[in-house]
């Protein structure tokens, strides 16, 4: 017998395409894609927005979030498909939501970044955690998760709201002093519910 491995070809099945519209930045978007295209994939492959990353696309590090309806969304782990009447707000149409350009702007006056790789999906994630903070949504640090409450965006609490984001940089001192400063601007901070 011989011991070189077959050269056997594989075919690779393809699934159905469908059509689907997606509401993009503002935007309607018409793609076709297979039903089981995670959005990361649509926005990146089939639209052309590239700003999302592909980190590990297992929604445990955070690059790739975007904002579905103003909130906070691994969009490799949601289909494109779920997303149709939805609003989708990626890194390339942040500055149309509230906080965006002000996020944006602290991010760069904080040195917020190293390699840039997450810093899309860190944006994004701070604009849809002061929204949360701005209706009284309690995290992990809130000391009393059953009564309505101020949120008050101290470091603790930013960082425990942003903990879904992995910056491998290790930014994470700039990361907060940045939103920390956005809050200061008048994006969110001391909010109530």
Not at 113 to 123: E, K, L, S, Y
């Amino acid at each position: 017998m011989d011991d070189q491995p077959s050269s056997r070809s594989v075919a690779v099945r393809s699934g159905p395409v469908r059509t689907i519209g997606l509401h993009v930045n503002g935007e309607h978007r018409d793609i076709e894609c297979d039903p089981r295209t995670t959005l990361l994939d649509a926005l990146r492959d089939h639209i052309g927005l590239t700003g999302s990353k592909k980190g590990c696309d297992r929604g445990q590090c955070g690059a790739c979030t975007v904002l579905v309806d103003d909130r906070r969304v691994v969009s490799c782990l949601m289909l494109a498909v779920s997303a149709q009447n939805h609003r989708i707000t990626t890194i390339e149409g942040i500055d149309q939501v509230p906080s965006g350009s002000t996020l944006q702007k602290a991010f760069i006056d904080h040195d917020g970044f190293q390699c840039g790789f997450c810093t899309p999906g860190q944006i994004c994630s701070a604009v849809g955690m002061l929204d949360e903070a701005k209706h009284g949504w309690p995290s992990a640090a809130t000391a009393d998760v059953a009564e309505p409450h101020d949120v008050v965006l101290d470091d603790e609490e930013i960082r425990e709201r942003l903990s879904g984001n992995i910056c491998r940089c290790g930014a994470y001192v700039n990361i907060v002093a940045a939103v920390r400063s956005a809050t200061d601007e008048g994006a969110a901070g001391e909010v109530s519910s």
